[in-house]
């Protein structure tokens, strides 16, 4: 297979996961490139993400890792046999690879749970009120890529419009309905869109006001996707410093954990939409 200079988010996964598998049955890459019949710096290529692999010496990889997850390998199959071409890729160059690598994520994803304290969630955004989202960033950025950005946010939205959507639930904290990142009328008409996305069958809002008991643990936004199988599963959070995709079954089992408890917390959908109603006649 080609060299590729910069593997995507995805591409990385095959990889970590394929390394893990080998680890995990106490093979070294000299050994892996033994029973392959290619040499370690292939084997090491495979595993960096700068070298693809084929469908079938991926299930020989795995036949000798002795992982006998079929439902796991057939998963791992299908990220090497995918040539999706996604919407995303007409980007390239023109963002920063994390905004093509969670388009790419959420294109793939079973499902996409969200946890928002500051902003509303990027799905459920206004281009006005992502317009006004990306212009406080520090330093200001090009007008030219002010609209780019805003434009991708908004064609992200296609994993909730499509025939097929992905499920799909927000947590919100009443401080995001409130702040105002621009006027009234965008601050109103972005509470107006987040209720008519939630009544949408795959799309389900929760809201954690202020006053309520027993919130903690999670302080900063988090997302989730849903993998084909749960071990691909992947967490995404956001820091002044860029995005982490997080990828580890511990670290996932933490993430999985901090949002079933702000989900706990939350008001039920039809309270939190009652709740979001009230806010926006308040404007």
């Not at 299930?59 to 090497?80: G, H, I, P, S, W």
């Not at 890729?89 to 690879?97: H, I, M, N």
């Not at 950025?141 to 946010?153: A, D, I, M, N, Q």
Request: net charge negative; glycine share 6%.
């Amino acid at each position: 297979m080609g060299t590729k200079r910069e593997p995507t988010a995805r591409q990385m996964r095959l990889a970590v996961e394929l390394r893990r598998l080998r680890e995990a049955a106490g093979i070294s890459s000299r050994e892996a490139a033994s029973i392959l019949g290619v040499n370690s710096v292939q084997i090491s290529q495979i595993e960096s993400g700068v070298s693809g692999v084929s469908e079938q010496r991926l299930r020989r990889m795995t036949a000798n890792y002795a992982c006998t997850e079929e439902k796991f390998v057939d998963a791992l199959a299908a990220m090497v046999t995918d040539r999706t071409e996604g919407w995303w890729e007409e980007y390239r160059g023109q963002l920063p690879t994390p905004f093509l690598d969670i388009a790419e994520l959420e294109h793939h994803s079973t499902y996409r749970h969200d946890v928002e304290f500051l902003f509303i969630p990027g799905l459920l955004q206004t281009p006005e009120y992502a317009r006004a989202a990306f212009s406080s960033r520090v330093p200001e950025l090009p007008e030219e890529e002010l609209e780019l950005r805003v434009r991708h946010r908004m064609q992200r939205k296609v994993i909730l419009e499509s025939p097929d959507p992905t499920p799909y639930e927000a947590v919100i904290h009443e401080a995001a309905l409130r702040i105002r990142v621009s006027d009234r009328a965008t601050s109103q008409a972005q509470l107006v869109r987040v209720l008519e996305l939630s009544e949408a069958d795959h799309t389900t809002v929760r809201v954690i006001p202020f006053d309520m008991d027993g919130f903690g643990g999670a302080w900063s936004p988090m997302m989730l996707a849903g993998g084909a199988v749960p071990k691909l599963d992947t967490a995404v959070r956001d820091a002044p410093h860029g995005t982490g995709f997080i990828d580890s079954e511990a670290q996932l089992g933490v993430f999985r954990t901090l949002f079933r408890r702000v989900e706990a917390v939350s008001l039920d959908p039809d309270r939190s939409r009652d709740f979001i109603h009230r806010l926006a006649k308040e404007l």
